[in-house]
Nanobody, 120 residues
Framework: QVQLVESGGGLVQVGGSLRLSCAAS????????MGWDRQRDGKQRELVAS???????RYADSVKGRFTISRDKDKNTVYLEMNSLKEEDTAVYYC??????????????WGQGTQVTVSS
């Protein structure tokens, strides 16, 4: 099992920035990728960003150029730097951990989620 604990959500104004953090523990060697999902009201959960142990990243089109995923392997922590935030970025953000397979990100574990609210 892998345990994930997110932090860093909150309320921010349109155009502002937030950084989410996710600390992983447990059987970390069983995974080779981490990422972030989000769940917006009335919308399907979507993968926002992911990163493999090798450093390969992928982003949802809606966040490209605004969000950056990074990872501190020594701290077993993954970050999501969110800039130029829009109201439509309002969501519960979930850290996930899993596997990068042939360019796809397959999550197997999720954190409890952290709320991000972007207001005008």
């Amino acid at each position: 099992q892998v345990q994930l604990v997110e932090s860093g959500g909150g309320l921010v104004q349109v155009g502002g920035s937030l950084r989410l953090s996710c600390a992983a523990s447990g059987k970390i060697r069983s995974i080779n990728a981490m990422g972030w999902d989000r769940q917006r009201d009335g919308k399907q959960r979507e993968l926002v960003a992911s990163m493999t142990n090798g450093g390969s990243t992928r982003y949802a089109d809606s966040v490209k150029g605004r969000f950056t995923i990074s990872r501190d392997k020594d701290k077993n922590t993954v970050y999501l730097e969110m800039n130029s935030l829009k109201e439509e970025d309002t969501a519960v953000y979930y850290c996930n951990a899993g596997w990068g397979v042939h360019g796809d990100h397959i999550p197997g574990y999720w954190g409890q989620g952290t709320q991000v609210t972007v207001s005008s």
